[in-house]
């Protein structure tokens, strides 16, 4: 999951935001570009991702059954992804 969402989600929004800063050059960002570097949805994927890190690292260290494991890794991948929003909020 972590390298799907990494790989799928995040380096494909990365490097269009690398382009998009690539083409504008040097001096303020342009309005569009300055939502594009706030809003991508890589920013969301990556919370998620650190969620779910943390959520493996607690399946590890408590060793739940497999339902346990499975709830503990959606409830830390959910709120990665509501950390993410909250501080979309702040923009």
Avoid: Y
């Avoid at 380096?11 to 809003?39: D, F, K, M, N, Y």
């Avoid at 890589?42 to 590890?60: E, H």
């Amino acid at each position: 999951m972590l390298l799907a969402n990494g790989a799928g989600v995040v380096s494909r929004r990365i490097r269009a935001v690398q382009r998009a800063l690539a083409a504008v050059g040097e001096g303020p960002l342009p309005p569009p570009l300055l939502q594009l570097t706030r809003r991508h949805v890589g920013g969301i994927a990556s919370w998620a991702n650190t969620g779910l890190a943390v959520g493996v690292v607690f399946v590890m260290t408590t060793k739940p059954a497999l339902p346990g494991s499975l709830t503990a890794l959606l409830i830390a991948a959910l709120l990665g992804t509501a950390v993410a929003v909250l501080l979309r909020r702040g923009d």
